[in-house]
């Protein structure tokens, strides 16, 4: 704690010794020693906020405004435009540091790609469900048929949607708190992992064990829109995108993020082997604290490898 007060005042006191003595700047050394992924995105992104260079807040500013809204090749411009500011602000010569542009753009790519994707989960998050919506009403039908493809509805509103774990006989009133992210997450993973949705669906019907599928998927969209808002689920995305070629994270990826949660929750609840629904609350907190632990190591990165024995 005390570290922390004063580090500020301290820092440009060591950046200045570590300079002189390894002739590199502090986004050099990042780029050079941290381990790709979380470490470094991490350490990149603290020290482009902290700089007092006024080329680099200027940077920082604008690409914090243009993030939201950025388009992929947009976005993807922001690399090689940031490098050439940071170099010429650093008097970093690319002819005798190669490698800096690459790997402190791609740092740059995440960084600001994880911007995007907060923006892009709120904007779902705040569109209401409207029942009025064909396309809306669309999705809704498919998540049924996903789930139960060999028993039809017999009506629009009926009781037949608490079999899939909504409250009531209109879906559309339970969507209320994560707008239509909740339905997005509950079709992509029955969708995308079918297999593995059916068998929690199942596991959700046990006379005891049993859970409301539905509300519970949504419960979970909030626990990933809170992840992914509050910036902890940055361990996880930094680490992801490491790994994709364009060096940023997308909506798909923030879906599966949530079919993670959704798969793991429902062997957590089990495990816990819960008196009955009661339970849910204390369960549910243990297993989102389990995570948030997981992801003060920066080593962590959820892995969607939902695999199912028996269905």
Known sequence: MFLE????????????????????????????????????????????????????????????EAAPFAEDRELL????????????????????????????????????????????????????????????EQKLLQLWQLLMPETPLSARITKQWQDIGFQGDDPKTDFRGMGLLGLENLLYFASAYNDAAKHVLLHSMHPTLGYTYAIVGINLTSMAYKLLKSGAARTHFYNQAALHKQ???SLEDFHKLYCYLFFEFDRYWLDSDPRDIMDFREIYQSFEITKLEALHNDNTLFKTNLIVENV
């Open 77 to 136: 411009y922001f690399a090689p435009r940031a490098a050439h500011i940071v170099m010429r602000a650093k008097s970093i010569k690319s002819t005798v540091h190669p490698d800096f542009a690459r790997l402190f753009g791609n740092c740059v790519t995440s960084i600001w790609g994880y911007q995007r994707l907060q923006h892009q989960v709120e904007e779902l998050r705040a569109e209401k469900y409207d029942s009025e919506d064909l396309e809306h």
């Open 5 to 64: 007060r004063i580090f500020p005042y301290i820092r440009p006191f060591i950046k200045w010794f570590l300079h002189v003595f390894t002739r590199l700047c502090e986004l050099q050394r990042i780029c050079y020693g941290a381990r790709s992924g979380a470490s470094r995105t991490r350490q990149v992104e603290r020290s482009l906020r902290l700089s007092k260079n006024s080329d680099i807040k200027r940077l920082v500013f604008e690409l914090d």
């Open 247 to 249: 060096n940023f994270s």
